[in-house]
C-alpha cells in the first residue's frame, strides 16, 4: 500500500467503476441543499458534470480510463438492495420533514441519502463517454467483479488494464490485483491516490486469498449478513485461528455469536471467487479514440444547457491530452527483479503505534470493519477498510498493525 | 562494516549533481564489485544506473551486500561541504541507520566528519536485459548537451534519427522547426572530439527533450557520450567515469498511437 502521486498514473488503463463515480458526483458536483445543477428541462446533469471535468482530468494527466457500468445484480444481493431502498424511503421522509421544519442542515444530509443512480443517469453517461472516445464496458452482473477480471486479464494479454480505481473495496475481494482509491476525488481536496496491492495485502496479513474473501465476507459484504458482534478485527483474529469460515462456525461460542439462520456465506464466496464477468476480448471492445466534437457540443450545450466556450475548450483539452499518453514507461521494457543487497538500516518493529518518524515512510495498515450509515458510499452498505495508519492512526490505531 | 575511500572527491560530487534533479531519494547498493545505484525518476520514464567499481577506490572495504536509502538533494548538501581537491571516505556501520561522511584535504591539515541519517525506501529494481542496439552513436559530450539544450528552446521533443548519412536531432514547435545533422568524424586531432557511428539498422525515435536535458548534467564526467538507440527500446545515454564505471540513463520512447484507436468510433 502506497500513496502516488496522481500523475504518476499516466499512460496506465485504469478501470473504474462507473456506478460508484456517477453516485459520488450526484452527491457532491454543484449541490446546495436540495437544488442541483440540471438543464433547461430539469433534469439532473450534475453527473454529468462531473464526469466530463473528471474524465478529461485523468486524460489529461496521460490515463486511459475504461468505464464499467453495472449489469443484473446477482440475488443474493436483492437482499442489501431492497435495505437501501428503505434506507432511501426513510431518508425520502425525513426530508420532507426536514424541508417542513426548515432546518438547513438536515435537508442536505438526507437529500444526499435520497440520492439513486437511475437507467437515465448511466445511459446519458454511456452516450457522453461514447461521444468523448473513452471505451465503456457493461459488466454482465456486477461492475467490481468486471474492472477485477479486466485488471487480471490484462496480466496475461496484451490489454494491460494496471488497476481498478473505485471506493469500494470489494474490488480487492473480487481479486483485482492493483486497486486505487481516490483517483476519482476533486483535484482541490489535494488527495493523494492509494494504490493497493492484493499480493503485499496478503503477504503482510500472512493471508491466502481465500481466506482474505472469508475475512470479507464475515467483515459484512453485500451479499450476507455479517454475525453480530464480529468486526474486522474479530474477523482477522478468528480466520487467523481456524483458517475458514467452516471450522469457525464449528468452533464458535453460539451463545456469544449468533449466526443469522439463513447464511449463504458459501454463494457469497462463490460469487467472489467466480463472479459473472466478460472476459472475451473482441466482445469488450476497449478502444480509445478522438473526441466527436460535433456530438459533445450538441448532446451538453444544446441538449443539457453546458455553456458552449467550456465546452469547446474542454473539447481542446482532450484533443491535447492525447499527445500526453503517447510517453513510454520503462517498465514496458524492463522487469522487475529483487534487489539482492539488504538494506543497513534495521526496519520498525512490529505494531507501532506512536506517530512514526517522518524519514521513515509508515506502511501501517490498520483492518477494520466499518458500517457507512452516511451516504458517501452506495447506501447503507458495509465495506472493508484498509486505511494508512499514519494519517487516521487516532480512530484506527487499534486496529491491527504491521509494518514492514 | 562499509569503508570506501575515494581520492578524487569531486567525482562523487560531480556524480551526485548529474543524477538529483532526476531522482529524489535513491538507495546506493554496495557489494565487493562495487558502488552502484538504480534509480527512476517519479514518473517512471527515465532511469539512472551508477557503477562506480570496487578498483577504482583507493580503500574498499565492504563485508557484505547492503543498500543504503539516502535523499539525494541531502548528500549533495553534503557533498557541497567537500573542497574539489578533497579526499572523500564513506563509513557505515552494520546497524546503523547513519552514513558518515569524511572530507580530508589533500595536505591533511584539515578534516570534516558528516553524518547523515538514512532512510527506508521501497524501490522497484528493474532488471535491464543486455541488448543488441540498432545504431550507436558516440560523440563529444558537450555537443550533445549543446544540442539538446537548443532543440528545447524551441519544442519538447526530439527526433533521434540514425541513417547512413549520420545521426540527425529534430523537434518541432509553434515557433518552427529545427533539424541538427552530425556526420561520422574521426579526422579529428585529439580522440574525443570525434563522432563515430555505428549502424546496423536505420533507427528513428521520439523522446522527451526535459529528461534528455537532465541527463546532460552529467556532461562534467566525460568528455564523450555514447548513445545507443533501438526501435522498440528505451535509449541509453552512457558518460563513462574513467578508470571507475559509468553513469548510464534510460528513456522509454513517444509511442505513436496505433493507426485504428485514433479513428472516431462513435
Known sequence: MKEQKFESYFGRKIAIDASMSIYQFLIVVGRTGTEMLTNEAGEVTSHLQGMFTRTIRLLEAGMKPIYVFDGQPPDLKKQELAKRYSKRADATDDLAEAVEAGNKEDIEKFSKRTVKVTKQHNDDCKRLLKLMGVPVVEAPSEAEAQCAALCKSGQASFSLVYAVASEDMDSLTFGAPRFLRHLMDPSSRKIPVMEFEVAKILEELNLTMDQFIDLCILSGCDYCDSIRGIGGQTALKLIRQHGSIETILENINRERYQIPEDWPYQEARRLFKEPEVVTDEEQLQIKWSAPDEEGLINFLVSENGFNSDRVTKAIEKIKAAKNKSSQGRLESFFKPVANTSAPIKRKGSKCVLQSPKQEIKPRIFSLQACYSSGPKLNGGLCLLTLDLGSKHSSPLGRGVCFSA | ?266
Request: include cysteine.
Open chain 2, 1 to 266: 562494516m562499509l569503508e570506501l575511500r575515494l581520492v578524487q572527491g569531486s567525482l562523487l560530487k560531480k556524480v551526485l549533481e548529474a543524477i538529483k534533479e532526476l531522482v529524489n531519494d535513491a538507495n546506493f547498493d554496495c557489494s565487493a564489485t562495487g558502488f552502484s545505484l538504480q534509480a527512476m525518476d517519479s514518473s517512471h520514464v527515465a532511469l539512472v544506473a551508477l557503477l562506480l567499481r570496487s578498483e577504482g577506490f583507493e580503500h574498499y572495504r565492504c563485508d557484505r551486500n547492503i543498500s543504503m536509502g539516502m535523499n539525494l538533494n541531502n548528500v549533495s548538501k553534503m557533498l557541497k561541504c567537500a573542497g574539489n581537491d578533497d579526499i572523500i571516505t564513506l563509513k557505515a556501520d552494520d546497524g546503523s541507520d547513519t552514513v558518515t561522511f569524511m572530507f580530508e584535504s589533500p595536505t591533511q591539515d584539515k578534516i570534516a566528519d558528516f553524518e547523515m541519517k538514512l532512510m527506508d525506501i521501497d524501490s522497484e529494481h528493474l532488471g535491464i536485459p543486455e541488448a543488441e542496439y540498432h545504431a550507436i552513436v558516440r560523440m563529444p559530450s558537450a555537443e550533445f548537451a549543446r544540442i539538446c539544450k537548443d532543440l528545447a528552446s524551441i519544442g519538447d521533443t526530439v527526433v533521434i534519427s540514425v541513417t547512413k548519412e549520420g545521426v540527425k536531432f529534430s523537434t518541432r514547435g509553434d515557433i518552427g522547426t529545427a533539424n541538427i545533422v552530425l556526420r561520422q568524424n574521426t579526422t579529428v586531432d585529439k580522440p574525443e572530439e570525434a563522432t563515430i557511428i555505428e549502424m546496423h539498422e536505420p533507427v528513428s525515435l521520439t523522446f522527451a527533450l526535459r529528461y534528455m536535458n537532465s541527463f546532460t548534467r552529467a556532461t562534467p564526467l566525460s568528455n564523450t557520450v555514447t548513445i545507443s538507440l533501438s526501435s522498440e527500446l528505451p535509449v541509453v545515454v552512457e558518460y563513462k567515469i574513467a578508470e571507475m564505471g559509468y553513469i548510464r540513463f534510460y528513456l522509454a520512447p513517444k509511442i505513436e498511437e496505433d493507426e485504428d484507436e485514433t479513428k472516431p468510433q462513435v
